[in-house]
């Protein structure tokens, strides 16, 4: 198995784009979480879905952030605007939905918000 | 008060040190419990589960306090690889969301 699939990997631009960043989970995985990641606030759990479904997206800053898992094969984490405030590192993770599996990383996507 | 609560350190012990890492949960509904690994400029990566009756594996131990909701992970003779950032993880059952400490960052100096 390939692992957990971001896209892309490094992403530079301008403050006011729409940004859309992409994930692929792993086959038969039905849990998907979406992370970022600063130094200043450590990983934050910004929404999850389990099988497609969004459970739970209190922690999506603010409107300007959306996210879709249209499959079980799919999800994208879009922002617009973007703001400089956004730069950080976005983690995708999947897992099999229960308490004592554990997830799996991506190798995260690097925005930049210039 | 956050979910997860760790000190973000940085520890720095020489080699062969033995080291601790506390951290303490708030959902007691909590089910299950995780240690990541983070290397710099990397993913967060499994290290060990962390069970009910403690568990051990190679140089490292953790171990599960439900009473006063406090995990724990020791390293023993620790070597220049270990250094890293170690992540305390708790998962709750009903909905499986998985949430992240900030993180320990280990330095390990020869």
């Known amino acids: 198995d390939a692992g957990v699939i971001q896209s892309p990997r490094h992403e530079v631009t301008e403050m006011g784009q729409e940004v859309t960043l992409r994930c692929k989970p792993i086959?038969?995985?039905?849990?998907l979480f979406w992370y970022r990641q600063t130094m200043m606030r450590g990983l934050e759990l910004l929404i999850y879905?389990?099988?497609?479904?969004?459970?739970?997206d209190s922690g999506m800053p603010e409107d300007r952030f959306s996210a879709k898992m249209p499959n079980a094969s799919f999800s994208t984490l879009k922002i617009q605007p973007s703001e400089p405030r956004d730069s950080a590192v976005y983690f995708c993770?999947?897992?099999?939905?229960?308490?004592?599996?554990?997830?799996?990383f991506g190798q995260g996507t690097r925005l930049t918000v210039v | 008060r956050k979910e997860v609560e760790q000190d973000p350190g940085p520890f720095n012990v020489p080699e062969g040190a033995t080291v601790a890492f506390n951290c303490t949960y708030s959902?007691?509904?909590?089910?299950?419990f995780f240690w990541y690994r983070q290397d710099c400029r990397k993913e967060p990566k499994l290290l060990m589960s962390?069970?009910?009756s403690g568990n051990e594996d190679g140089r490292f131990t953790a171990q599960l306090n439900r009473a006063s909701q406090y995990i724990s992970l020791l390293i023993r003779d620790s070597k220049l690889s270990d250094s890293a950032t170690y992540l305390c993880?708790?998962?709750?059952?009903?909905?499986?969301?998985?949430?992240f400490g900030s993180g320990t960052r280990l330095s390990i100096r020869p």
């Open positions: 962390v069970y009910s």
């Open positions: 959902n007691s509904a909590s089910q299950s």
């Open positions: 993880v708790v998962r709750d059952s009903s909905a499986s969301k998985i949430i």
């Open positions: 086959s038969g995985h039905n849990s």
């Open positions: 993770a999947s897992s099999v939905q229960g308490a004592n599996t554990e997830a799996f």
């Open positions: 879905f389990n099988n497609n479904v969004p459970i739970d």
